[in-house]
C-alpha cells in the first residue's frame, strides 16, 4: 500500500520520508509495520484505530535510529493485554524495575476511567508497583524474572581426593569438665572424640566466654553447644537457655538431640514453632523449663501475649545466624535479645559471618572468642553438571533420570511451596517413592515425609530452599535443581546437601533452551 507524503511523491505505509527520514537515520523495519510516522508526530496507528500516540519530544532513540515509543514493550516481560488506551505517563511491559520514575518524565493525561496517573506499569517487573491506577489500587505486575546465571558456574568436577591434612582433637570427651552422666550419654551414642568445632568450642562455652563458632553445617555445631549448655544448667537449675534458629525443621531437629543428650538428667525443653498447637506450647511454658528452642516469630508471638518471659534467660544461642539474617529477623532478634539480661553469656553460630552478623555480633557479644574451622569447600566435594532441557519435557528428563540406579537418594529443589507440591504429587502418580515437604503442611505431616525420607522409605524428596536450609540429611545421592535458586549462595547450600563428610555427591542444574 502506497501513500501519499506531504511533498506530493508516494511512498509505502509504514516507512519513513523526507527531511524526517533523514533525522530519523537508516532504518531496519520492513514495511507494513502497523506503526508509522506522518508529520511530527512520534508512533501512532492510522487515524481509524489510533488508540495510542506520542509527540516526537516525548519518544526515545531506539536501537535502529528510529525513536521508542514510550509504551514499547520489551520481550522479556509481558505485553499489555488489555488493548486500553493508554495515558501519557504509562509504561507497558517496561523492563525498567522503577517504572514510576520513567512515567513521571514522560507527563501527559489519562482519563481516570482507565487508570490515570503518573508512573503506572503495566507487566513491569515491579511486582507490588502499578496496577490500572485510579481508585483500583495497583495489580502484581508482570512475571518475575527468571535470575541469570553464568551456566558455566553449574558445572564442575568433583575434585579427585588428595591426601589431606589429618585433624588431631586436642580433647577427649572424658577431657572435659562435665557431668559424669553426660559422659556416659555421649559414650551410649558412641561419639569417640569430638568433632573439630566441639573441640574447640566447648572449653570456652564451659568457661563461661561469648562465643563466634563459625562452622558448616554437619560439622557438629549443635552438640558444641548443647553438651556444656546442658552441663550448665546440671549445675545450676536456675540457668534458662533460649536457642533461636530459622527453620521449623531444625529447632525440632536441636530438639531431637537436646532429648537425647540430657537423659535421666531431670531438664526439660520447649520447642516454640509455627505449626504446632499454640496451646499446647503455652501449657509447656507454664512449666519449669530450662530450654526453649524455636524461631524468632513465633518466640516473638508468645512474648507479646505474656506467655513467655525472657527476663531471666542468661544463656542465648543463635544458629544459623546467617540465614536468620538473610530471611529478615533482624528485628525480632534484636527485640527478643534485648529482653534477656545484660549478662547474659552469648554463642552465635554461623557458616559465614557477613556484615549484619557482625553488627549484631559487636551490639550484644562481650568480647567473643572466635572458633573458626578450616573446612573443605562443601562445592569440592560435589560434582556439578547442567541439563539442557526444552519447555515443557523437563518432567520428563526428570523421570528418565530418577529410573537410573545411581539416584539412589535424590533431593529435588524446586522455588515455590506450590511447584514442590505438584511436583510431589507427580512423582508420586509415575511410581515413585516421592514426597515433597512445603509450607502447606501441618507440622506432623513435614516430620513425617522428613522421617521417611531419613529412613529410605521415600528415595525422592521435594523441597525449598527455606525448608530445607539446616537439615542434616545422610547418605544424599543426588541434589537436582528443578528450578533455578534465587541466589549463587542459595545453590551451594542446596548442593551442600550432599557430598558430605568424605563421600561425593552429584548436583544436577536443569536450564530451559
Not at 484505530?49 to 509481558?78: I, L, M
Not at 517504572?99 to 513521571?104: E, L, M, T, W
Not at 508512573?119 to 513491569?124: A, K, P, Q, V, Y
Not at 512474648?303 to 546467617?322: F, G, S
Request: net charge positive; glycine share 12%; with cysteine.
Amino acid at each position: 500500500m502506497f501513500r501519499k507524503n506531504d511533498t506530493g511523491g508516494f511512498r509505502k505505509k509504514g516507512s519513513y520520508s523526507g527531511a524526517r527520514s533523514q533525522e530519523r537515520g537508516p532504518q531496519k523495519r520492513s514495511g507494513g509495520s502497523k506503526y508509522s510516522t506522518e508529520g511530527k508526530s512520534g508512533y501512532s496507528r492510522d487515524a481509524k484505530t489510533s488508540g495510542y500516540s506520542r509527540d516526537a519530544k516525548n519518544s526515545r532513540p531506539n536501537r535502529f535510529g528510529g525513536q521508542k515509543p514510550a509504551y514499547a514493550t520489551s520481550t522479556k516481560t509481558n505485553d499489555n493485554r488489555g488493548g486500553r488506551p493508554s495515558s501519557g505517563n504509562r509504561s507497558y511491559g517496561s523492563d525498567n524495575r522503577r517504572s514510576a520514575d520513567q512515567g513521571k518524565c514522560q507527563g501527559g493525561f489519562a482519563s481516570k476511567r482507565f487508570g490515570g496517573g503518573g508512573g503506572r506499569s503495566f507487566g513491569s517487573q515491579n511486582r507490588s508497583g502499578g496496577g490500572w491506577g485510579g481508585n483500583r489500587g495497583g495489580g502484581r505486575g508482570g512475571r518475575m524474572r527468571t535470575p541469570h546465571y553464568d551456566h558455566n558456574q553449574f558445572i564442575k568436577k568433583a575434585e579427585l581426593k588428595k591426601k589431606e591434612e589429618v585433624f588431631v582433637t586436642q580433647n577427649t570427651f572424658d577431657d572435659f569438665a562435665i557431668n559424669e552422666k553426660l559422659k556416659k550419654t555421649i559414650k551410649l551414642r558412641k561419639y569417640t572424640s569430638p568433632t573439630p568445632i566441639q573441640d574447640g568450642a566447648i572449653n570456652h562455652i564451659l568457661k563461661g566466654s561469648d562465643l563466634i563458632g563459625l562452622a558448616n553445617t554437619g560439622t557438629g555445631k549443635t552438640g558444641a553447644f548443647l553438651i556444656p549448655l546442658i552441663d550448665k544448667v546440671c549445675r545450676d537449675r536456675k540457668q534458662r537457655v533460649l536457642i533461636l534458629v530459622p527453620t521449623r525443621e531444625l529447632a525440632l531437629q536441636i530438639n531431637e538431640e537436646f532429648t537425647a543428650f540430657s537423659v535421666g538428667l531431670g531438664i526439660r525443653s520447649t520447642i516454640c514453632i509455627g505449626g504446632l498447637d499454640m496451646r499446647r506450647q503455652m501449657r509447656f511454658l507454664r512449666g519449669h523449663n530450662q530450654f526453649v528452642i524455636g524461631t524468632p516469630g513465633r518466640v516473638t508471638d508468645l512474648v507479646k501475649r505474656k506467655m513467655l518471659n525472657l527476663a531471666d534467660v542468661n544463656n542465648v544461642v543463635l544458629d544459623e545466624v546467617d540465614r536468620m539474617l538473610d530471611m529478615g529477623f533482624i528485628k525480632e532478634i534484636t527485640y527478643l535479645l534485648s529482653l534477656t539480661q545484660k549478662n547474659k553469656q552469648s554463642l552465635f553460630f554461623s557458616a559465614t559471618m557477613e556484615k549484619k552478623a557482625r553488627e549484631l555480633a559487636l551490639q550484644f557479644l562481650n568480647n567473643p572468642i572466635t572458633v573458626q574451622i578450616k573446612a573443605r569447600p562443601t562445592s569440592e566435594n560435589v560434582e556439578q553438571d547442567v541439563v539442557f532441557v526444552k519447555r515443557g519435557e523437563k518432567m520428563e528428563v526428570l523421570h528418565d533420570l530418577l529410573t537410573k540406579k545411581e539416584y539412589e537418594k535424590v533431593l529435588i529443589f524446586g522455588k515455590t511451596k506450590h511447584g514442590a507440591k505438584r511436583l510431589g504429587k507427580d512423582l508420586g502418580d509415575r511410581g515413585f517413592k516421592a514426597g515433597a515437604i512445603h509450607g502447606d503442611l501441618t507440622q506432623g505431616q513435614r516430620q513425617r515425609v522428613l522421617k521417611n525420607f531419613k529412613e529410605n522409605h521415600l528415595t525422592i524428596m521435594v523441597a525449598t530452599d527455606v525448608v530445607a536450609r539446616g537439615l542434616d540429611i545422610e547418605n544424599v545421592t543426588h541434589v537436582i535443581n528443578y528450578e533455578l535458586p534465587a541466589t549463587y549462595d542459595d545453590y551451594i547450600h542446596r548442593i551442600g546437601r550432599t557430598g558430605r563428610g568424605s563421600k561425593t555427591g552429584k548436583a544436577l542444574t536443569f536450564i530451559e533452551k
